[in-house]
């Protein structure tokens, strides 16, 4: 039997084909193209879907179900998208609409949750009965697992940790709120602090790297000039990993977890930035000496998460 997730992101659309063992079979991704529609982006979900079972060859009397990791707050019983603020997306009857393409069960969660799902069953939490899996990405995403279940809050909105305050009136937030640590910590935050950086210097030896073309600075620019030296560089990766270390000392104080997952591309930096992020968040939480700490660890599924756990929605 085969289980198929999709991993609904603000910059592309990640599907794929998973086994009863949680192994990806087939996987493939489009553009999200997030300013259109929300039909026209269901619809290229769905052209995607298909074209993974015809080139994998597989009989859809085969597969189990559909999982879908949607950022925002879905609403799991009608399997409907209440709010997704990346997306623009406003109760959106995503079951419904794959339903009718495909007649097949669908599942729908939170995207932050499909990668904690994927991370505690198959990933770096493992074995451990309380996790928090943080995704950086377009957004910042966030899923708790306590007593090795997932946690949704009575209301299923559970879970939005990249929506906590950490500068109070600082910078606007797509939720709307200022100050959030999404604002500060996301992949898109870090592109915008490091574009502000090279603005006020332009000897900055980042310009050079993206030929002074805006559009090409990404996530890695700043980590890649500070290995080459840069003080420029330098400044907006330490700054970026102090916001980031703010927040999660927030997140261990609240739930004391046996490790902290980080997911998303800039986890890709590995002791780059977790040695430094370690020990800026150790002074920050409560933790009396001769108790044992949270350990903070880079995700093993890397992009695979999503899909993974969303196609094993139906088995969490």
Known sequence: MYYIGIDLGGTNIAAGIVDEDGAIVKK???PTGRTRPSEEIVGDMCSLVESLIKEAGIDRADIHSIGIGSPGTPDRKNGVIIYNNNLGFRNVPIRKLLQER???PVYL?????CAAIAESLAGAAKGEPNAVVITIGTGIGGGVIIDNKLYTGFNGAGGE???VVIHMNGEECTCGRKGCWEAYSSA???IRQTARAM???QQSLMNSMVEGDPNRISA????EAARLGDETAKRVVEQYIEMLAEGLANMINIFQPNVVVLGGGVSKEGENLLAPLREKVRGRTYCADGVENTRIVAAKLGNDAG????ALISKA
Do not use: C, M, Y
């Open 102 to 104: 495909f007649g097949l």
């Open 220 to 223: 890695k620019t700043a980590f």
């Open 199 to 201: 603005s006020e210097n």
């Open 307 to 310: 899909i993974i756990g969303a």
């Open 109 to 113: 969660e939170n995207d932050a949750n």
């Open 28 to 30: 493939g991704s489009v």
């Open 161 to 163: 940790l990249g929506h």
């Open 188 to 190: 898109t935050a870090l």
